[in-house]
Every structure is written in C-alpha cells, then in structure tokens.
C-alpha cells in the first residue's frame, strides 16, 4: 500500500492511498495505491499518477477515478492484451496500457510514456485528449482483417496526404498513395495472401507540413506459417528462464491456424513436460497457452516479425 504526500512549509498531506481497496469516484485518501511510478499537476487543479492500477485521476475536490485501466495480468504471465496492443484511437475507458512509466498532464491532454518491448525496446509516448488537434494516425486493429480481402482502415486526427505500405522483411509487396479525411478513411490495398508475417505502415503529412506515422504487424492469409511458429516457440522458450534453467518448444501443425506443442523445461537437474496449444484467432492475434510445470501460461500476441532467439 503507498500513499502520495504533499509537503509544503506549512506540513505535509496525504493526497491520495493509504485507504482499502479502490471504488472509482471515492475520496482519494480511502483508496489503496500500489506501486505508484509517477505523478503530474494538471493546471485545473487535478493530479494524474501511475500506478499498478492504470492512469488515475485525483479531481480538484479530491476524489479518484481511473483516465486508462493496465492491461491485466493472468496467474502466471499475459502478453498483449488486445487493448493494450491496439489501444490507437480507442477510447480512454476503452483501451489498455502496459508497463507505464510515466505520466505528464498537459493544458487539454495527457501524454503516458509506456515501455516497449520485443527486437529494439524502447518507449512509446501515447496522447490521451478528447480535441485532438495534432496530426495523429493509426492503423486499427480491423486491418488484421480487412486485409484478407484487399482493404484496410485508417484513422487519422486531419485531413492528410498518406503513403501506405505492405512490407515483407525488406520488400515492399503493396502500397498506396491516398487521402485522408479527419476519422475514418477505407482504402483498397491487394496483398497477396499469405501465413508470414507482414508489417503494414503508413506515413501521413497534411498542407502545413506536420508528419505522423504508425505500423503494425499482421498476417495477410488464414494460415499460420511454420516460420512465425518457431519464432513464437524460441519467444516462449526463453520465458522464466535463468543460468540454471532451460526450455525447450516443439510446435505440430494440426491445421491450417493451429499448432500442438511440447515443452521440456529443465531446471534444478531435472526435466519436467507439458502441453501447449498455438493458434491464429480469427481477429489475427496468436494466442499461446500452456498448462503444466510453469503454471497457467497464456499469451496473447501480434504476429512476430523478428526471431527472439536467432540462430
């Protein structure tokens, strides 16, 4: 349990935590904090702080409420909630947040640094605001569908000119130069079907000369090729995994979308196995699950373009 001060030369105060459980809207000294990471002054008087919670709000008359829920987490280990992975353009109550590091209040916006994980790392600084009046673009998760059937959606803030691309690895196998309303513009973009991973990216620039670009990982066909697997196995296979221990995945086609697979998990001088199922979701997600040694482990992924453990 944490609780936020406020110091000044008259004493200190307990703004928000030290309190039981958590009900949105209560006065924020009756609820429990956990793991706070940052804090920031609105200029209304408000505070925003990041916690184990989510982004939280503290309103000027001292009551808390949740701006953006984390992503949640299962007994063991959760990868890629789906409102996490593709929280562009969604809204607040709607989205979820991984791994917040920070939190700044803006005069009409929020700005939450997250961290970023897979082949780089890195962070990512995500905009919450109701006017937005930056250019923004995304490409929503409706993409790793439409695909399929030589369309795609794109959501921008403006009006804008955009280049959009289909890359596998380096080569480019589509693109497209289209106009951009301000909301939600459906374009016809024929990629040839296909199980490997593809990168879809569109670069945007209005009149004025302001730039924003987005991308996102997908798979243009309803097969799961053999080489995103073993990606996805080397990934799971380095989960938990210490100087004293190692892991090994073995993954059998069963149909087109999914896979059965075996674990052999080493540690302390002993081997134990377990079964796992892989499968491509019909909303292109892959989802992993495990039950055995390690627990209940289920992960919930974008399509890898990138192998976690080359070679």
């Known amino acids: 349990m944490e609780r936020l001060p406020s110091r000044s030369r008259g004493g200190s105060w307990t703004l928000a935590g030290g309190g039981r459980g958590f009900r949105e809207g209560v006065v924020s000294t009756d609820a429990a904090l956990s793991e706070v ?130 890359r596998r690895g380096r080569r480019v196998v589509a693109s497209r130069r289209v106009s951009l309303r301000r909301g939600t513009t459906r374009v016809r973009l024929a990629v040839p079907h296909d199980g490997e991973s593809h990168v879809v990216r569109v670069i945007t620039r209005t009149r004025d000369g302001a730039v924003a670009s987005h991308q996102m990982s997908l798979i243009p066909g309803r097969t799961l090729s053999d080489v995103v697997v073993r990606r996805i196995e080397n990934l799971v296979s380095l989960l938990g995994v210490d100087a004293e221990s190692e892991a090994w995945i073995t993954c059998s086609r069963q149909t087109a979308v999914r896979f059965e697979c075996d674990n052999d998990w080493y540690s302390g001088g002993e081997t134990t196995k377990s079964r796992a199922t892989l499968r491509l979701r019909p909303d292109g997600l892959i989802r992993f699950r495990e039950r055995g040694s390690r627990g209940d482990l289920r992960l919930l992924l974008e399509p890898l373009t990138y192998d976690p453990r080359p070679g």
């Open 37 to 166: 990471s940052s804090v920031s002054a609105a200029v209304d008087g408000s505070l925003l702080l990041s916690a184990r919670r989510g982004v939280l709000r503290v309103d000027p008359a001292g009551r808390i409420t949740t701006v953006v829920r984390a992503a949640t987490t299962s007994k063991y280990i959760e990868l890629g909630d789906p409102r996490a992975a593709d929280a562009d353009r969604l809204r607040s109550d709607a989205a979820r947040l991984s791994d917040v590091a920070a939190v700044q209040a803006g005069d009409d916006h929020t700005l939450v640094l997250t961290v970023v994980g897979g082949e780089s790392g890195g962070y990512r600084v995500a905009m919450i605001t109701a006017r937005p009046d930056r250019l923004a673009v995304a490409v929503p998760p409706s993409a790793r569908t439409l695909i399929r059937d030589g369309r795609i959606e794109l959501v921008s803030t403006r009006r804008a000119k955009a280049l959009v691309e289909v």
